[in-house]
């Protein structure tokens, strides 16, 4: 097998090997195979496995792996690892595993849950931009009102330069990684199936872009398809990469909230965006802070400093104005035209020249070599 498609590095091949049946063995979270793998190695389980070993071990009772085994053989085929690097090959897919230097050490937080490896798509080096990251998770069927939150969260997030961490579905995560990809932002997108499951379907053109300037990953072996199960499990990756979580809007049985339950957890600190009483696309939100699971976020600008991120230098500056705040939101490390600042801002070109000749004069924007604008902050 050609591991070298999917590694960098000198592995031991029989190890990999081994590992690549597990990971297309059990689903993720399964306590028996946790265990059995701690306790006897990859390769002493796999053995335990195709001998129909059921005598008790460590923790596990008899019943535990007869059950265990019940689940796991009639998925065994001869060719698990070489098809898992075929697929992977195909579909541009990379092997990290935990004792990688790049891999999240946050996700060890999970302890015996977090998962055997992670499947991903992008420039690797992103994983070392993982410092700083927020979580954004929220309602598939969002408003105008939390689509626009979400956008002042994401922002914040990547002036601080913070990774966006959410799950590529439709909604809130959609409206998550899209702004941070506007804004020339890092993000991450947490897939509930593989790499070459992307799902849904109608954010292919999102998930390319991710790809191309962030990071999609997945703990699902190649050919894995998305299932309930698998969304749920996906969702304390999101919890886990997050140095917090933000729910812009969500519905009263959203997936947001097993999220947030994940987050607790962890220990992880849980904001939520508040929304009307009459609208039931808040009530999650609003459960999450009446049952203190979550802290009220009433102005996203407070988000960085809640989280020890605030800049000094900035939070020192002169008070600005609506012009010049406005511009200063949509302004990035990367350079822009004053058109397209006003574009984003929602200001006129008369306007757009005031606020960047403040800016500049308050050393928070400069002129760059093409002669756009940019922060300096």
């Known amino acids: ?17 081994e590992l690549l049946v597990w990971n ?16 006897l190695g990859n390769k002493g389980a796999l053995e335990k496995l195709l001998a129909n070993d059921i005598r008790e071990i460590s923790e596990l009772t008899s019943s535990d792996l007869s059950s265990a085994f019940e689940r796991w053989l009639p998925r065994l085929q001869p060719a698990m690892a070489s098809d898992s690097i075929r697929l992977a090959a195909k579909y541009d897919m990379k092997l990290l595993l935990p004792s990688d230097e790049l891999w999240p050490k946050s996700l060890n937080d999970l302890g015996s849950f977090a ?16 410092g700083k990251t927020i979580s954004i998770v929220g309602s598939r069927t969002c ?12 922002t914040c997030a990547i002036q601080q330069q913070a ?53 999609l990953v997945s703990e699902m072996a ?20 997050g140095s917090a979580l933000v729910v812009t809007e969500a519905g009263w049985r959203s997936g947001s909230i097993n999220t947030a339950n994940h987050c607790a957890e962890l220990g992880r600190r849980v904001f939520a965006i508040p929304g009307p009483i009459t609208s039931p696309g808040s009530a999650g939100c609003n459960r999450l802070i009446r049952d203190n699971l979550a802290e009220l976020l009433l102005d996203t600008n407070d988000l960085a400093g809640e989280l020890g991120w605030e800049d000094s230098n900035l939070s020192s500056e002169e008070p600005l104005g609506s012009f010049e705040r406005r511009a200063l939101d949509f302004l990035t490390h990367r350079e822009q ?21 403040a800016l500049q004069l308050l050393n928070l924007a400069e002129r760059g070599l093409k002669g756009g604008w940019k922060r300096t902050k």
């Not at 297309?24 to 306790?39: F, H, Q, Y």
């Not at 990774?163 to 990684?177: E, K, Q, R, T, W």
């Not at 190649?222 to 990469?241: D, E, H, M, V, Y």
């Not at 035209?337 to 020249?353: C, D, F, M, V």
């Open 143 to 154: 408003s105008t009102y939390g689509q626009r939150v979400t956008i002042d969260v994401v």
């Open 222 to 241: 190649p050919g894995s398809k998305p299932t309930r199960w698998r969304f749920l499990q996906r969702n304390r990756l999101i919890a886990a990469l």
């Open 24 to 39: 297309n063995l059990v689903e993720p979270g399964d306590r028996v195979a946790i265990s059995l793998r701690k306790t």
């Open 337 to 357: 035209t004053a058109e397209q600042i006003s574009a984003a801002a929602g200001l006129s070109r008369h306007e757009i020249a005031l606020a960047l000749g």
């Open 115 to 130: 998962p055997m490896l992670l499947w991903y798509r992008g420039n690797p080096e992103n994983f070392r931009r993982l």
């Open 1 to 17: 097998m050609n591991f070298e498609t999917i590694r960098h590095s000198n592995d031991d091949v029989k190890e990999l090997d």
């Open 163 to 215: 990774c966006v961490v959410s799950g590529g579905a439709l909604g809130i995560d959609s409206v998550a990684h899209k702004a941070a990809l506007g804004q020339s932002g890092n993000t991450l997108a947490v897939m509930a199936g593989s790499l070459d499951n992307l799902y849904p379907s109608g954010n292919w053109e999102l998930f390319e872009r991710i790809a191309h300037s962030g990071l």
